[in-house]
């Protein structure tokens, strides 16, 4: 599995239904945080494409937080 280890996700960018599988947080919780402009997403070119959060730019952010 190249998506998940140690915690760490590194794949740029994936659905809302694979970040939520993988994060443990809901999808309906996902899709919240999403609108809020809370995780990042990709642009999309038309409004059938599905939305991919931006998972590298997710984790820079984290990263660079301060606690």
Same mark, same amino acid.
């Given at each position: 599995?190249?998506?998940?280890?140690?915690?760490?996700i590194?794949?740029?960018?994936?659905?809302?239904?694979?970040? @939520?599988?993988?994060?443990?947080?809901?999808?309906?919780?996902?899709?919240?945080?999403?609108? @809020?402009?809370?995780?990042?997403?990709?642009?999309?070119?038309?409004?059938?494409?599905?939305?991919?959060?931006?998972? @590298?730019?997710?984790?820079?952010?984290?990263?660079?937080?301060q606690?």
């Open positions: 599995m190249n998506e998940l280890s140690n915690g760490t590194f794949v740029p960018s994936m659905t809302i239904q694979r970040y @939520a599988l993988l994060s443990g947080e809901s999808e309906s919780g996902v899709k919240r945080k999403v609108a @809020a402009g809370i995780y990042p997403t990709l642009d999309r070119e038309g409004e059938k494409e599905r939305v991919l959060i931006n998972v @590298a730019l997710l984790n820079k952010r984290l990263s660079q937080a606690y």
